[in-house]
């Protein structure tokens, strides 16, 4: 495989070069941007564009392309990681000139560049443009995506938790435990199980974690059950990241109990609002609907298998 990144074939007259990490605070605007139009709303803090630029196996040089236009400021962006996930964004400014087709190109040579065979992105649902763009290069949905919320105009009231199991808030040191916990829940749904060091700088490590409001179950010293979630400043809303049980610890009402800990948690904070994504594969919709949740927007991933040369 090359070093070198393929060239990106933009419209003049923008032009591109790669991100740094010293990129967040200008990629966050346009991702806000985007949000805006698309949800009514910034969803993305600054710390989690951060957080993408760090990611272990992510090279900002060879990985992500900034798409400038003439006055220098960014119109669109595209980053690509290990070859399967690529996420691709376009000023609303910018669109309909070509950006989003010549980034989709690029983010595919990249991919393929990287031994890539299948890649995904993630359309907001109401982004018909970029559906249809999608489908015209031999994309096909896969994976539904819903945001949930809740709101508490009053104290969540929280159940005991089962026989045999304390709950008690996230403290130091629980971090290693979180991180095996959360990634054998998701096996069975996730391809790849995410090494410590990528798993903590996109959770524990952001500056948004917030220990507090994030809830642990434990039985017999072990960590069974988690809700870790973050506190974005500037906002009226908590959102959770986060929600594990382990197997043999399910169907005991544990997840429920977590979730109302975090909520009632956010409640102590004046927050009235909490929300999460969660999608189709982990069967977990109802589970949140039970506990109140209910579904503002939706988003699907698409996939393309990716031909080999």
């Known amino acids: 495989m090359t070093d070198h990144p393929p060239p990106a074939s933009l419209p003049d007259p923008y032009w591109s070069r790669p991100a740094t990490a010293t990129d967040a605070l200008v990629v966050h605007q346009l991702v806000a941007a985007c949000e ?4 009514g709303r910034v969803r993305t803090g600054q710390d989690a564009v951060a957080a993408d630029l760090r ?3 992510l090279n900002p040089e060879l990985d992500t392309l900034l798409v400038h236009a003439p006055s220098g400021a960014v119109a669109g962006r595209a980053w690509v990681h290990g070859g399967r996930r690529c996420r691709i964004d376009v000023h609303p400014g910018h669109r309909g000139r070509g950006l989003g087709a010549a980034l989709l190109v690029w983010a595919e040579a ?3 560049q990287m031994g890539g065979r299948r890649l995904a992105q993630t359309v907001c649902d109401g982004d018909r443009a970029a559906a249809v763009l999608l489908r015209s290069h031999g994309y ?3 994976v539904t995506q819903w945001l949930l919320e809740i709101t508490m105009l009053a104290e969540p009231v929280v159940p005991e938790p089962p026989k045999g199991v304390s709950v008690r808030p996230f403290r ?3 971090e290693r435990a979180a991180h095996q916990l959360t990634e054998d829940a998701f096996a069975t749904w996730q391809k790849r199980r995410k090494p410590y060091e990528e798993w903590a700088r996109l959770t524990v490590e952001r500056d948004t974690f ?10 017999a010293d072990r960590m069974v059950g988690a809700v870790l979630a973050l506190d974005v400043p500037g906002t009226d809303e908590g959102y959770i990241d ?3 049980v382990r197997a043999d610890h399910r169907n005991r009402g544990l997840a429920g109990l977590l979730l109302r800990e975090t909520f009632r948690g956010f409640h102590g ?3 009235r609002v909490c929300t999460l994504w969660t999608h189709s594969r982990t069967g977990a919709l109802s589970l949140y609907e039970r506990a109140g949740m209910t579904v503002r927007h939706s988003s699907t991933v698409f996939g393309k298998d990716l031909p080999q040369d």
């Open 242 to 244: 986060r929600v594990a």
């Open 210 to 219: 917030a220990p507090e409001v994030s809830s642990v179950a434990f039985a």
């Open 55 to 57: 990611r272990p196996g």
């Open 172 to 174: 130091p040191g629980d």
């Open 140 to 142: 096909s949905p896969f």
């Open 36 to 39: 805006c139009e698309r949800l």
């Open 269 to 271: 904070r004046g927050r």
């Open 110 to 112: 990249r991919a393929r």
